[in-house]
């Protein structure tokens, strides 16, 4: 049934359809826009989840693959190129998308943060209409992120998160929302004008495939993964488009180095870390939700994407310095996690900890690690959702979240006080919740290169023990002040992405088969070409 | 024989869990019934385990293994499984039978309070963890169970929430065995890169650890060994990472009772003995452990002697009785430290115990407050008699034979070993006659209403007490000089137990153990429980010496300056860096192009027209430029 | 060949026209008028090289018709701006017009 259906299309674009529907009705029609944005966010989820029972992992995502041409512009070229018998030449923009065993999972975890965050919207309380019709537009953005096959889409998609991010957070966040919001902005724009340029680099080199037309050949350029990967391992390619317009190897250095900027601003990568602080303490919790739960993936998704299966001995060469940035990551965002006074503050230093433990999983360059990399990425995405999804409960009910205001809610919310604790229990790497897996395959990956890293690493869980037992006892247990006294419990509303959230990260703590099974041969190509890097 | 039982052991974990699961989704107003449900649970358990057990009691019941595919990593498959020895089957019934009787003895200690169901809750799976970290088969299930054993503890030392003590008991209990519990993780990562295929059970274990083989490095088994042990220093409260196990008190007492008789504090020990492969593959960690172990009983009891606290005597008791079966460890007697374990685990229970229904009449744990409580509850000062002889050493208790067996092989190691241990001997005498005269014989110290109103606990609390005193009388006879059965059972398991300890009788070792105990009682009845003797009759003999043991030999002091403010130093240091320097570079970086901005708009008119005029002299210059590149 | 050079020619005097007038004149309407000159030689050059041009096709004519429905839209948005512009300032001379520098 699926094979008639454009499932990936259908992933991507429905909540975009749902955005230009919304746009139509009426203002005033709040619960009608709630529940069109709602059915329009679970749509693609059910799909997402159709796609992950129909996915087999020894064929990988053929099935689904789907290929446009959407633009094709005929070039210009200069004699010199006219070596390898071409007679014409053309620009190609096609729209490929495709799944396989990295995106998959992320494809599941933008489906269930992104519903999540739709069902936790009940918090906004002003200017429904716009909040969703963004939100359905940055929805669009993730899944495509995931989705695309070409570099182009690939650019145009990341592109369509960040706008409505920008709004996301300057209008519906806290009190120095619109700061935060540029602060996103400038930094991730900034990405991405470096990512495009590297981008650039790799079209308009390895971008090239030649065929044989009626004519004669065609050469046409064109930022399509597997072509990309092609070129780039093939010894012989210069030869075949033309010496002088090949990529050096320095200048493979330079496009990877480049790639580590843009994602790295995205993960984020310390020293770049400064703009997600403001974003986590400055934007509404639902946002935050989509935010930590998933945009910082797409750095990680992107190092993994671009560094193993088309800069491999980039990512290689690289590799020593990713694991020490990681670890830097790790210890720094949990010591610094340790002293915070506001808890979301807390949440975002464990977030640069966390992410840093994604990037010791990409630095280890087996198949272990880049499982675990991607499992911490899709476990980190749960647990942070749920985190900010309960800091904004407490919000709405005590007006403050900081730690040392806050004090015996244990007492008053005690339902609430509980799903904080597995959260952050979960957080702190806990074996039987999601984020156990995650941290384990990831040391387990990066410890055949680096020991020594490792052992400096899982300092990291001890302190990341420290922080969240200071912050979620700090709030939950103790005696109970008095003007917290009267507080009433979440709600059915509010409690039901809770116990979603929680019930997933438990299973995939329990079982996580269920996720790595999925991955499995995901990498196949990478390790590969890995491996013949190291050949080399 | 057929081992039908074995087969479904992976029940007996799983009867908790459900309840667990039971509870938890019913939420807090199910109430007594809740704790119902999770004692019945318990009971299956304990049935079930009773039912391992006793098909295991015949010579040639064959090891069974149980696993299911549990995660992938790169091409190997890690699984999740279960493996029936007779090691596993004997802790299976310490552990069930020790929660069986905690949940009953709860049902009547815990009625008055609100969260009665939840308190059942985190037993039900703290039980459960603990046997699936008992039946584990492979280091990685063991890893996870280990940590949620750990977890349920803090939950339960936790759980009055609204004392701020309890708060920071919960939170160091954590942390500290955390610090354990990262070496373990990374042995575990070790074992994982240098074993055989990525082998992490115990049958490869012992295949790759006992035939010699060149696998494993001299040096990288040290360092396995160590690592492990050092999870089990954790877990055990051993030196120095034993912080947490006194200030543990703060649970619920029946929860010490579970905590230090059979379930956190015995997984150090019983993960040593599991992986004892290892330890005797590497001579140089085995004197590691027996050190460790040795120095931690005599520490410990001799902070014992001090406490004024009748939880925290205990507390300190289980320390250095850990250390004893660390010590025993360390000698090369796996049998002895699991008898020791398993007599330990019902004395110790009992006195926990019977400590809870003394606190249950009289609402305090300073033991200067009580006294003379023997008269008013005969049955808990009677069976708390017994199980303070037992630890005592005094024959024929239970205790006695198992630390016999211990002591047999620490002379065996090195005699200066056996000597702390026997000075060790003396003080657990010495402390718990303290405990004893100071609580339930003499004249009430306390406020006479208290003493008054004291009364006996009910037959809840008091059947435990009485089971757990008949168990405590006989568990010991299981390995006697003339009866050398449970080591024998216990190598029969296979893996591992081969030379089950030292065994025969050794004149040296029994006078001079028997010798100890009766010196210490004698000495504790001579200065705490003669007619007249004050409570602080030592403190005013010995001030200097009392009160560095009053405080522990300010380790948590010591700890506080050398690890707990320098990270909060260094935490505030990395704030302010990353506000000024990592932030300022990117304000400056900002400032900077506001600034280049600022400057600009004074060459802007604002007018279109002059834009253009200046975008036309650009295009001109531009074409002016390429065009005229041809002719230079 | 030869006429290619005479249409370029054209389009170019063409554009040079409008460039002029959108850079001195003063009143708004007159600038967008040179703007439409200036987009009418494109098209005449557009049109030219797909007639004249190397790789002839009817794509430069198409594109072409493209320009003019663009420019036809500019030129109305141009005038709707205008106006309120007007409605505002009560003056079309864009020597009055600089909000570009706020």
């Not at chain 2, 107003?29 to 098909?55: P, Q, Y």
């Not at chain 2, 160590?226 to 990472?241: C, T």
């Not at chain 2, 019902?346 to 003379?372: C, N, P, W, Y």
């Not at chain 3, 600038?31 to 007639?51: D, R, Y």
Request: glycine share 10%.
């Amino acid at each position: 049934m699926l094979d008639d259906l454009p499932i990936l299309s259908m992933i991507a674009f429905l909540p975009l359809v749902g955005a230009l529907v919304l746009l139509l009705v009426p203002q005033g029609r709040a619960r009608l826009i709630r529940g069109m944005a709602l059915a329009f966010t679970f749509a693609p989820l059910l799909a997402a989840v159709a796609l992950y029972i129909a996915y087999e992992p020894l064929l990988g995502g053929e099935a689904f693959a789907e290929k446009l041409t959407w633009l094709s512009v005929p070039l210009n070229m200069e004699a010199g190129l006219s070596a390898n018998g071409a007679t014409s030449y053309r620009l190609l923009f096609d729209y490929r998308m495709g799944v396989d065993g990295i995106s998959l999972p992320l494809v599941l975890l933008t489906g269930v943060v992104a519903s999540m965050a739709a069902l936790a919207s009940v918090q906004i309380r002003k200017r429904w209409k716009l909040y969703y019709v963004l939100f359905l537009l940055l929805q669009t953005g993730m899944y495509g992120v995931f989705l695309a096959r070409d570099l182009t889409v690939f650019f145009i998609f990341f592109e369509m998160t960040l706008i409505p991010m920008f709004f996301l957070i300057g209008i519906w966040g806290y009190f120095s929302r619109e700061n935060a919001a540029k602060r996103f902005l400038v930094y991730n724009g900034l990405g991405s004008a470096v990512m495009l340029l590297a981008f650039l680099m790799l079209i308009a080199t390895a971008g090239f495939s030649i065929e044989q037309t009626a004519s004669g050949a065609a050469l046409s350029f064109s930022g399509s993964y597997d072509v990309l990967a092609a070129n780039l391992a093939d010894p012989n390619a210069a030869a075949n488009l033309n010496g002088s317009m090949f990529l050096s190897d320095s200048l493979k250095g330079a496009a990877f180095a480049l790639l580590v900027v843009a994602f790295g601003i995205k993960l984020p990568l310390f020293p770049f870390h400064t703009w997600m602080l403001k974003v986590h303490t400055e934007a509404a919790p639902p946002v935050v939700m989509i935010h930590s739960g998933i945009l910082l993936k797409m750095g990680a998704y992107g190092l993994l994407r671009f560094g193993a299966f088309l800069l491999p001995d980039q990512l290689r060469a690289w590799a020593p310095a990713l694991a020490a940035l990681g670890v830097v990551n790790i210890v720094y965002g949990a010591v610094l996690a340790c002293v915070q006074k506001e808890f979301k503050l807390m949440l975002a230093y464990s977030s640069i900890s966390h992410m840093g433990i994604v990037l010791l999983g990409i630095a280890a360059l087996n198949e272990t690690g880049f499982e675990g990399a991607i499992y911490q990425s899709v476990s980190h995405g749960l647990i942070s959702a749920l985190l900010f999804l309960i800091v904004g409960t407490l919000y709405e009910r005590t007006g403050t979240t900081r730690i040392d205001e806050l004090g015996g809610l244990a007492s008053a919310l005690p339902f609430t006080s509980g799903i904080l604790l597995t959260a952050g229990l979960a957080s702190l790497g806990l074996p039987g919740l999601s984020g156990f897996v995650g941290e384990f395959l990831s040391f387990l990956g990066l410890f055949d290169s680096y020991p020594w890293l490792v052992a400096v690493g899982v300092l990291g869980l001890l302190f990341s023990a420290v922080y969240v037992l200071r912050g979620v006892l700090g709030m939950t247990y103790g005696a109970l002040p008095d003007r917290f006294a009267g507080l009433r419990d979440v709600r059915f509303v509010e409690a039901l992405p809770m116990i979603a959230l929680t019930a997933l990260i438990v299973l995939l703590g329990v079982y996580p088969s269920l996720l790595t099974d999925a991955m499995a041969h995901g990498f196949d190509g990478a390790l590969k070409l890995l491996q013949s890097a190291a050949g080399r | 024989m057929d081992i039908v039982f074995s087969q479904v052991a992976w029940l007996a974990p799983l009867f908790p869990l459900t309840a667990f699961a039971v509870l938890t989704a019913m939420g807090r107003g199910l109430g007594k019934a809740g704790a119902i449900v999770a004692t019945a649970a318990s009971l299956l358990s304990f049935v079930l385990a009773l039912l391992i057990a006793a098909e295991r009691l015949g010579d040639s019941a064959e090891d069974y293994t149980g696993r299911i595919e549990w995660l992938r990593a790169g091409g190997v498959v890690l699984h999740a499984g279960y493996e029936v020895t007779n090691l596993t089957a004997l802790m299976l019934v310490i552990v069930t039978l020790v929660a069986l009787l905690v949940n009953v003895y709860s049902l009547s200690y815990m009625k008055d309070d609100e969260r009665i169901s939840v308190f059942f809750a985190y037993v039900a799976l703290f039980t459960a963890s603990m046997l699936g970290l008992v039946l584990a088969d492979n280091l990685l299930t063991l890893y996870v169970c280990w940590e949620l054993v750990g977890v349920c503890s803090f939950l339960l030392i936790g759980f009055w929430f609204r004392k701020p003590e309890a708060r920071a008991a919960a939170k160091k209990a954590f942390v500290v065995t955390r610090i354990g519990d990262l070496g373990l993780l990374i042995a575990i990562l070790l074992l994982y890169w240098n074993m055989p295929n990525h082998a992490l059970d115990y049958t490869s274990l012992y295949n790759v650890f006992h035939s010699q083989s060149e696998a494993l490095s001299d040096s990288l088994t040290t360092l396995i060994a160590l690592l492990i042990f050092l999870g089990a220093v954790g877990k055990s409260g051993q030196f120095p990472l034993h912080v947490w196990l006194p200030d543990a008190m703060e649970g619920p007492t029946p929860i010490s009772a579970l905590i230090h008789a059979a379930t956190m504090v015995a997984a150090g020990v019983y993960l040593v003995a599991r992986t004892f492969d290892v330890f005797e593959a590497s001579p140089n960690a085995l004197t590691v452990v027996a050190l460790v172990g040795a120095f931690t009983a005599i520490f410990a009891a001799a902070i014992g002697l001090a406490q004024n606290d009748i939880k925290r005597v205990l507390a300190y008791s289980t320390v250095s009785q850990l250390g004893y079966m660390m010590l025993a460890l360390g000698s090369g007697a796996a049998a002895a430290a699991m008898f020791h374990l398993f007599t330990h685990a019902f004395f110790k229970a009992l006195l926990f115990l019977a400590a809870g229904s003394v606190i249950h009449a009289v609402h305090t744990q300073d033991i200067r407050e009580m006294g003379g409580l023997g008269r008013r509850m005969k049955l808990t000062a009677w069976t708390f008699g017994i199980g303070a002889l037992a630890l005592s050493g005094v024959p024929p208790l239970s205790g006695f034979w198992s630390k016999d067996a211990v002591l047999a092989a620490a002379l065996e190691k090195s005699p200066w070993l056996f000597a702390v241990a026997v000075v060790t001997a003396l003080f657990t005498a010495l402390y718990m006659a303290r405990l004893f005269f100071l609580v339930f014989t003499g004249s009430s110290r306390g406020e006479a209403v208290v003493y008054v109103h004291a009364k006996e606990s009910p037959a809840a609390m008091t059947v435990p007490l009485v089971i757990l005193a008949v168990l405590t009388v006989a568990a010991g006879f299981v390995w006697t000089p003339w009866n050398e059965w449970l080591p024998g059972w216990l190598a029969g398991s296979g893996a591992g137990e081969e030379e089950a300890g030292a065994g025969g009788w050794n004149g040296v070792v029994v006078a001079a153990s028997v010798a100890a105990s009766l010196l210490g009682l004698l000495l504790g009845w001579l200065v705490y429980g003669r007619k007249g003797a004050a409570v602080s009759a030592a403190a005013a003999k010995a001030p200097g010496l009392v009160r560095i043991l009053e405080r522990k030999f300010y380790i948590d002091e010591l700890y506080d300056i050398a690890f707990v403010r320098p990270l909060a130093v260094l935490g505030r240091a990395l704030h302010v860096f990353d506000e000024v320097v990592v932030d300022g570079a990117v304000r400056l970086v900002g400032r900077s192009v506001q600034a280049a901005g600022k400057l600009n708009t004074r060459l802007l008119s604002g007018q279109l027209q002059t834009y253009g005029l200046a975008a036309l002299a650009g295009a001109v210059i531009l074409i002016v430029a390429i065009a005229g590149r041809r002719f230079w | 060949m030869t006429m290619l050079g005479s249409y370029l020619t054209l389009a170019a005097v063409l554009f040079c026209l409008g460039l002029y007038g959108v850079l001195t004149k003063r009143n708004a309407i007159i600038v967008l008028l040179s703007i439409e000159l200036m987009l009418s030689a494109v098209n005449l050059n557009l049109v030219a090289f797909a007639k004249y041009g190397i790789n002839a096709s009817l794509r430069g004519q198409v594109f072409s018709l493209f320009t003019m429905t663009v420019a036809a839209a500019e030129a109305a948005v141009g005038i709707a701006v205008l106006i309120s512009l007007y409605r505002r300032r009560a003056t079309v001379n864009v020597d009055e017009f600089n909000e570009l520098r706020r």
